[in-house]
């Protein structure tokens, strides 16, 4: 809505000189009308009793005027770059012109990556049949975190779902798309946070990208770690704000930023604008943690709107899953016992205001929510445009998620055998030293590194000694030095030996190069609470050893 | 297992004898319909007892032959507790004869066998596109529509001006506080407080059920002016004429919903992970390679949001140095992902070939701004059907500018997908354009195919290069097993398959004198081969040999054209194509918007509706936006005229020209409206 606002303020240029013109030709056009004498007699003794009236009816005119502009891009023929031509160089000039091919052919490495993809024959869990072999084996890639995938309980209120409501929603929200399995939902993701209120999105990718364009605007200020994830990215970019980085998951680095930026603003009287900061609570990129008290202190110190995804880490931890804010035990809502306020939209602090999160991965369905206050809420309602403009998820799609949330909330047991899982892995392979782990020890989602030759520079993360890493730029001062070729190369040969032990893992597939700044190749060993300890045991040995065969071999 | 002689499950099938609204004509198995005729007469007993009780029937018993056949009772078709319904909404005014065998529940699937009330989606081969004229209003309607939105804004402004001296805790979150900047200042949200607020009751209505032709509104109440609403806890069931539910899929019932049933025992409801990451199952290999069947392209990749489809992929196929044109109209996914794309953009007048033609001659040969270099690929964005408009793309002439112009050319058939075209096939298929000759063609299947997501369809190279490029394919969840076998499905029924009796999985149907057809692969638009479903999927007869499908297909074409046609004749402005099941009718006034929406959702066959206004139209242009389905029946539309007929005397909407009927000789000689020439509007 404001979007289009603002390209009609751009439009108002041309305007003028339009309007001397379309003076003419309304002019004319007025005196064609069958009885335009007598009104342009009635306005000429109109003006004359009152010419306020007048007035009234000019802003009318100029009103009318602007709407026809708006939303009309006219060739920008007053440009000084504009050459003119004839016609007939014009039609030379289509005539030579050759774009380049719509698609380059796939190089036999991108045919080679896309051929390793893991292909699932029928059901998706802890112990799925390969496509292509036909073998059943250990699962450790995707989401299943919570292990939800294949539940009884969960497909039984999914088929009861389907026959009361069919499958698609078959609309966008504000066009009876609203179905109340959808509230429901919302209510309980709300509860479940203890937020005020929470939104639904249809696509757990798609909700970060849209809830930050619909708060930061241009000339906000979006302070965010340089190792966010592609949706962060994407959702900065489309925002058009004023960006600034810190080290990634460095708050001394943060608080180095928000303390320059305070100056700078001071120096220069800069008026008030919104501030953002824009962070993770587990890493998709590496599985580390972000230090959510910490970062909420910083938050309020200097008085920013925090937005934080926890797509990876909604569902994985905290005790019963709730994510971060149950592990680190901080109320993320507000205190629902004040009073009432008198305003319905009475700002209430909350200590994380956005709160991202995926009920595709955290609760083995498919979309995305983002949980806050009613107001935060309410404005994404209007302006967020991945909501406004997208069907409803399939309404069979949130009663599944719903009862995700009963499991969780009733079976604390899962969130403990996940823990439970994750430390047993963990504790065979943190202690290799062909390789690196830089995921949080609670981490159900965790990255493998290959350990860096001896004689390149150690860089431990987030420890970046010396001066500090220049803001605006997303690249750090002493970046990471790798060869990622090699490094995918040895660590698919790790997962291909894996997987002739019938332990299903994968490298984290990047968009190498449309990253802001590439990753690290890795391995993504996710786990799940519905492998016993033996199967992690099993899984984890497996691991360590095409690791040590692999990159043993390199030594 | 070939076929044999009849077994037991031949005379009490799992799905009943599944001729949709056809007469069933008399076939070899004379076992299973004797069964389902002596069923149908007893229900009908049964209904009719009920009804002369006065009772509200909890079912509509002698319609609802659902998938399963001794299920059927029991079904909550019409939810307890739904208090306020219309007799005409779940039951046919012409009770099915005997002979009639539908498999669907009136209230989702409206049932018509009337022949006549069909029509073929075609572009007459041969004649010229003429360009859609869109009407306009008599000038005291356009002047007085400046005038509301005049009062609205000053009103709005005293009122904000007043309510701020005298109730400043209204506006604190739209002020700085505590030294953070609002949200929205009170300036930037002016028009959704001031305006949009006074109706916000037409938006966002809370429903229940199926979007099926009739939906369940939860109504709502609110007692602060719109900023809250309180549900009442009244059920009511309007007509849909809003829902994108082109050819009917949005059914708990029948074929559709029984693959869906299937898919979750056997899948579970989630894919688990991003489909490189190991969240890619055998069912998106199948649905992937029959979306390209049924569009008639290479391969295809399916997306798990539709507006994601748009938003991730248009920048792995455009970069810097390239050039996107675009409709003005275009949907806001495009713009989304063209923005992310960091191509240049320029936009041409909405379905203007002459803007097109010029601004293709001028970005050609100025090439890129400032240095003049020639543009690395121009990408040409249109919509197959635009969404607010009802217009349709001119496609045959775009294909002529693409030979001279080089071009790609990309179509979001988001709307056009199954709604148009002989086979369904969207707007290629509705001109009669080879699909191969277009580079990219998307679409959603949230719309005609009762689903969600999206897909993109291509040659192979293209195809490839955006698994290897596109965000979502790297880093979005996978689209879910339930949705996938509603795609299959839905798809499969519009296509019909070959061969079209089951050879193995449920042979004991099949009769003897029923001979199997060979399995051979069908140029487009053909038939989808057997084999490409997955083998698990056991589709209804009359799904498999097309029939349904067909009967879809050509029941919207005649919903949309009736409809469109008989507003016209009443004397409304509607703009769009013919063919269109996007029917916009223009009220002008915003005023005029909530009361046309309240009379409806309160007439006496309560209809909803989709108002809409500036932003998503232009300021002036406020409409009332009528989504027409396969699944109303001739009498919806009747009444839907009649309602309207009604509702635009009330409101002075009848500003339109050329010749009016009344609506006795519209309702009357609907058929004969349906298939008029169309006199050249000039
Ligand atoms: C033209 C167009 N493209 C894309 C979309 C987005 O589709 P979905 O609702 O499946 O996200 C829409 C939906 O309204 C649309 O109209």
């Known amino acids: 809505m404001s979007s289009a606002m603002a390209s009609t303020s751009a439009n108002l240029e041309p305007l003028f000189s339009f309007l001397a013109q379309s003076y003419t030709t309304i002019e004319n056009g007025f005196n064609r009308v069958p009885g335009s004498a007598v009104i342009a007699r009635y306005v000429r003794s109109s003006h004359q009793n009152d010419p306020g009236r007048t007035l009234l009816e000019l802003v009318l005119a100029v009103f009318a005027i602007w709407t026809l502009l708006q939303s009309r891009t006219r060739a920008d023929k007053g440009d000084r770059h504009f050459i003119q031509f004839s016609e007939k160089e014009v039609d030379e000039l289509v005539n030579e012109w050759t774009p380049e091919p719509l698609a380059e052919p796939l190089s036999p490495q991108e045919q080679a990556e896309l051929d390793s993809i893991p292909v699932i024959a029928g059901a998706q869990g802890p112990r799925p049949r390969l496509a292509n072999t036909g073998k059943t084996v250990l699962n450790f890639t995707g989401t299943n975190f919570t292990g939800l995938a294949g539940n009884d309980d969960i497909k039984n209120k999914a088929i009861e779902t389907l026959r009361k409501y069919g499958l698609g929603s078959c609309g966008p929200p504000g066009f009876y798309g609203t179905v109340d399995v959808h509230m429901d939902l919302e209510r309980d993701l709300a509860d479940f946070l203890g937020t005020e209120s929470t939104i639904l999105y249809s696509q757990g990718f798609s909700t ?18 340089r190792g966010v994830n592609f949706a962060i990215q994407k959702g900065i970019q489309i925002s058009r704000s004023t960006v600034r980085w810190f080290d990634h998951n460095d708050l001394k680095s943060l608080e180095d930023v928000l303390e320059g930026i305070a100056k700078e603003r001071k120096k220069k009287k800069a008026p008030l604008t919104k501030m953002f900061i824009v962070t993770e609570g587990i890493f998709e990129k590496d599985g580390q943690m972000v230090d959510l008290p910490k970062l909420i202190e910083l938050k309020y110190k200097y008085k920013y709107r925090l937005i934080l995804d926890e797509s990876i880490s909604f569902g994985s931890v905290g005790r019963t899953g709730r994510g971060l804010t149950e592990l680190f035990n901080v109320p993320v809502g507000v205190d629902r016992s004040a009073k009432q306020s008198p305003s319905h939209w009475e700002p209430q602090a909350s200590q994380v205001d956005m709160l991202i999160g995926s009920v595709a991965n955290g609760l083995a369905s498919c979309g995305g929510f983002c949980a806050g206050s009613k107001y935060v809420v309410y404005h994404q309602r209007i302006n967020s445009s991945a909501f406004v403009f997208s069907a409803s998820m399939p309404p069979l799609l949130s009663v599944s998620a719903s009862e995700g949330i009963n499991i969780l909330r009733n079976t604390p047991s899962i969130l403990s055998t996940l823990q439970e899982n994750v430390r047993t892995m963990r504790s065979v392979l943190d202690r290799l030293d062909c390789i690196t782990i830089p995921s949080h020890p609670a981490s159900a989602m965790f990255h493998i590194h290959v350990r860096s030759a001896p004689n390149a ?21 002493d970046p990471q030095q790798f060869d990622i070729e ?24 990047r968009l190498r190069a449309q990253e802001m700044v590439e990753a690290r190749p890795s391995i993504r060993v996710a786990v799940s609470a519905a492998f016993s300890k033996k199967e992690c ?18 030594r | 297992m070939p ?25 070899s198995s004379l076992g299973p319909m004797s069964t389902a005729a002596s069923y149908l007469s007893a229900v009908r007993a049964a209904d009719a007892r009920a009804r002369a009780r006065g009772e509200t029937p909890l079912a509509t018993p002698a319609l609802s032959l659902s998938s399963s056949v001794t299920a059927s009772s029991e079904d909550t078709i019409l939810d307890e507790g739904e208090e306020s319904y219309s007799d005409m909404l779940t039951y046919p005014s012409v009770p099915p004869t005997s002979e009639q065998v539908y498999t669907t529940v009136h209230s989702e699937f409206g049932h018509c066998s009337n022949d006549e009330y069909k029509y073929t989606s075609q572009h007459p081969p041969g004649k010229p596109v003429k360009p859609q004229v869109e009407q306009d209003p008599p000038y005291y309607v356009l002047f007085t529509t400046y005038i509301s939105y005049i009062i609205l804004i000053v009103f709005g402004h005293f009122r904000d001006f007043f309510r701020k001296y005298f109730n400043p805790g209204e506006f604190k979150h739209l002020v700085p506080h505590d030294g953070y900047a609002p949200i929205t200042s009170d300036f930037d949200s002016f028009y959704t407080r001031r305006l949009k607020t006074r109706i916000d009751d037409c938006f966002s209505y809370p429903v229940t059920g199926v979007a099926g032709r009739t939906i369940v509104l939860l109504e709502r109440d609110s007692k602060d002016y719109n900023i809250t609403f309180q549900p009442t806890g009244r059920k009511v069931r309007a007509l849909n004429i809003s829902s994108y539910n082109y050819l009917g899929f949005a059914q708990a019932r029948g074929g559709c919903a029984d693959a869906v049933e299937e898919s979750i025992k056997r899948y579970g409801v989630s894919a688990c992970g991003t489909r490189r990451e190991g969240g890619s199952l055998d069912l998106h290999s199948q649905a992937e390679a029959l979306v390209a069947n049924f569009v008639g392209q290479e391969d295809s990749l399916i997306c798990s949001m539709g507006f994601a489809t748009n938003s991730t992929i248009i920048p792995a196929l455009v970069s810097k140095g390239c050039l996107v044109i675009s409709d003005e109209l275009n949907h806001a996914s495009i713009r989304f992902g063209v923005r992310l794309s960091g191509a240049n953009v320029r936009m041409f007048k909405h379905n ?23 543009w690395k690929k121009i990408l040409l964005i249109v919509e197959g059907l635009f969404s607010m408009e009802g217009t349709m793309t001119n496609l045959p002439a775009i294909m002529e500018f693409k030979k001279k112009y080089k071009f790609y050319l990309f179509i979001d058939e988001a709307h056009s997908i199954g709604a148009l075209g002989p086979h369904g096939r969207g707007v290629a298929d509705y001109y009669g354009v080879d699909p191969r000759s277009i580079d990219i063609l998307m679409g959603t299947f949230t719309k005609s195919f009762g689903a969600a997501g999206g897909y993109i369809s291509g040659s192979k190279t293209v195809i490839d290069r955006l698994r290897v490029r596109s965000h979502s394919h790297a880093y979005a969840e996978a689209m879910t097993p339930p949705v996938l076998a509603q795609v299959i499905a839905s798809m499969a029924s519009i296509m019909g398959v070959t061969p079209a009796l089951p050879t193995s999985t449920s042979a004991g149907t099949i009769t003897k004198s029923r001979m199997i057809e060979p399995e051979v692969k069908e140029a487009y638009p053909g038939r989808a081969l057997a084999s490409s479903l997955p083998s698990w999927m056991d589709l209804p007869p009359s799904v498999r040999d097309g029939t349904e499908g067909v009967d879809r297909l050509r029941r919207i074409t005649f919903n949309s054209r009736y409809l469109h046609r008989g507003l016209e004749k009443l004397g409304f402005i509607v703009y769009g194509h013919d063919d269109s099941p996007i029917v916009p009718l223009l009220i002008f006034h915003p005023g005029k918007m909530a009361p046309f929406h309240r009379l409806l959702r309160q007439y006496s066959t309560p209809i909803v509706i989709v108002v809409v206004a500036y932003p998503a139209t232009p300021l002036i242009t406020s409409r009332v936006r009528f989504c027409v389905s396969a699944a109303h029946t001739k009498e919806d539309i009747d009444t839907v005229l009649e309602a309207c007929d009604y509702v635009g005397e009330v409101l002075d909407l009848k500003h339109g020209e050329g010749e009016r009927w009344p609506l006795e000789r519209i309702t009357s000689s609907a058929v004969e409206l349906v298939h008029m020439e169309r006199p050249s509007r000039d």
């Open chain 1, 208 to 225: 970060v990208s849209s809830v930050i364009p619909a708060f930061a605007k241009r000339g906000d200020i979006v302070v965010a770690d």
């Open chain 1, 457 to 477: 520079t150690l860089h431990l993360p987030g420890a970046s000694a010396g001066k500090p890493s220049n803001p605006n730029s997303i690249v750090p001062r």
């Open chain 1, 486 to 509: 090699l490094e995918e190369r040895l660590l698919q040969e790790v997962v291909e030996e894996a997987l002739s032990q019938g332990v299903l893992i994968t490298r984290a597939r």
């Open chain 1, 537 to 554: 045991e099993k899984a984890a040995n497996v691991i360590k050893a095409a690791l040590v065969k692999v990159l043993g071999k390199r």
């Open chain 2, 3 to 27: 076929a044999q002689t009849p077994s037991p499950m031949a005379i009490n099938p799992p799905s009943p004898t599944p001729s949709m609204f056809r007469k069933k004509k008399s076939s």
């Open chain 2, 352 to 374: 203007d070939m002459k803007d097109l033609e010029n601004l293709l001659k001028e970005v050609i040969s100025q090439g890129q701004p400032k240095t003049h270099r020639p």
